[in-house]
Structure formats: structure tokens, C-alpha cells
């Protein structure tokens, strides 16, 4: 079956220019993560939906950033007046159920975006 | 704060050789914890979920222990093969909304 989706796979930016992520998560699935992977190092958590509800937004660098899931499907991260310090692959999961607690379930990753600010 | 730290950093054996990586983190008080491979390139692809109720999954060559009393983790690879050589990440589930807190990744490879 398709699994996760992004879109572009890779953004060029000038500094102070404003761009949009997206991320097609597996059909039907509740939970959508979003997270910021720099070079060399592990994915950071960014924000998580649950539908099209924003749960938690506590990962979110500055108030440049902002994402979105309007109808509970797609996702898609802004980013406002980048920055050369935002340039990171941004990755984006999924997971079935709504996410925390005891019990867990895999969180399905998609390729992710490299966004390179110049 | 959780932290989670993985060594080594990069890693560099024969082909055939058992290999174990560490994944260690400072708050013994998490859910579940999972190995993740990733591809230059490419997204993250889940080896092994260990919840918080179990000590060890295993998958194939993979074997993934779980000490939350010691805060430790380990990924043991069996008869590594070339096509082994990867990054794999460590990441806890954290919180009401399970996000995943990752190690910085091992950088693997297996020569052949």
C-alpha cells in the first residue's frame, strides 16, 4: 500500500522567503507528526495532530513556523521569513491511532523534505 | 529532560561480524522505546517496537533489549551484511502525545 508522501522532496530558499511543506499521510491514519532532522543529527519533534486537531505545537522553533491539518488528511508545515539556520530534511509520520499512553504504535515516516536556505 | 545517547558514533566492521549498538537515556520513566534504520536520503524505516511492558523484540538477524531500570538499550545485529550499512537511531516515546525523543544514530558499515 502507499505510505507516506512529501512534497517537494527538496526546496531551495533565499533567505526571508516564505515556503510550504506538505505531507500526505497513510489513508486513515489519526496521528501526524512532524519533526526537523539537521545534518548529522536525530530527528527532532516539531508538532503532532491528532485529526485535525494541533495537540501539541511545543517543538516549534519560533513563531515563523506553523502547520496545519485542516480536514484531518494532509499536513503542511510553513515556514515564514527563512532562515539559514532552518535548512534541515523536515520529516513527517503517521501512525493509526491517536498517539500516548502504555500502548504505542508505529510511527510510519515519509522521505522527508531537505530544505536549504541560501 | 530526557536525553538519549547513542554510541558509538560511527562504526566500521567486516562482513559476518555480530555487532552490538547502545542507545542509553536519563529518564528511566518512558513508555516504549523503538530502533529505527535510515537511508542516505530517505526516510526513517522502524526495525523493532519494544513496549513497555516487554524487555526484548526480535526480528530475523535483529535482537533489541530494553533495561529501563538502567536506562539502556541495545540493538545486536547478527552476521552483519554489507547491506546493513546505515544510520540506526534509538527513540523513546515520550508524553501524552507520543512523540519520539532520538539519539543522535550510529552511522554503520559493513565492509565486505
Known amino acids: 500500500g502507499a505510505g507516506v508522501s512529501q512534497s517537494p522532496r527538496y526546496k531551495v530558499a533565499k533567505r526571508g522567503q516564505d515556503v510550504a511543506l506538505r505531507c500526505d499521510p497513510i489513508s486513515g491514519h489519526v496521528s501526524l507528526f512532524w519533526y526537523q532532522q539537521a545534518l548529522g543529527q536525530g530527528p527532532e519533534f516539531l508538532t503532532y495532530f491528532q485529526n485535525e486537531a494541533q495537540l501539541d505545537k511545543s517543538g516549534l522553533p519560533s513563531d515563523r513556523f506553523f502547520a496545519e491539518r485542516p480536514e484531518g488528511s494532509v499536513s503542511t508545515l510553513k515556514i515564514q521569513r527563512t532562515q539559514q539556520e532552518d535548512s534541515a530534511v523536515y520529516l513527517c509520520?503517521?501512525?493509526?491511532?491517536?498517539?500516548?499512553?502504555?500502548?504505542?504504535?508505529?510511527?510510519?515516516f515519509g522521505p522527508g523534505t531537505r530544505l536549504t536556505v541560501l | 529532560k530526557q536525553e538519549v545517547t547513542q554510541i558509538p558514533a560511527a562504526l566500521s566492521v567486516p562482513e559476518g561480524e555480530n555487532l552490538v549498538l547502545n542507545c542509553s537515556f536519563t529518564?528511566?520513566?518512558?513508555?516504549?522505546l523503538q530502533w529505527f534504520r535510515q537511508d542516505p536520503g530517505k526516510g526513517l524505516t522502524s526495525l523493532l517496537l519494544i513496549q513497555s511492558s516487554q524487555r526484548e523484540q526480535t526480528s530475523g538477524r535483529l535482537n533489541a533489549s530494553l533495561d529501563k531500570s538502567s536506562g539502556r538499550s541495545t540493538l545486536y545485529i547478527a552476521a552483519s551484511q554489507p547491506g546493513d550499512s546505515a544510520t540506526y537511531l534509538c527513540?523513546?516515546?515520550?508524553?501524552?502525545?507520543?512523540?519520539?525523543?532520538f539519539g543522535q544514530g550510529t552511522t554503520l558499515q559493513v565492509k565486505p
Open positions: 527513540a523513546l516515546y515520550s508524553g501524552n502525545t507520543g512523540k519520539l525523543i
Open positions: 529518564d528511566s520513566a518512558i513508555y516504549n
Open positions: 509520520a503517521s501512525s493509526p491511532e491517536r498517539a500516548g499512553g502504555p500502548v504505542t504504535d508505529t510511527q510510519y
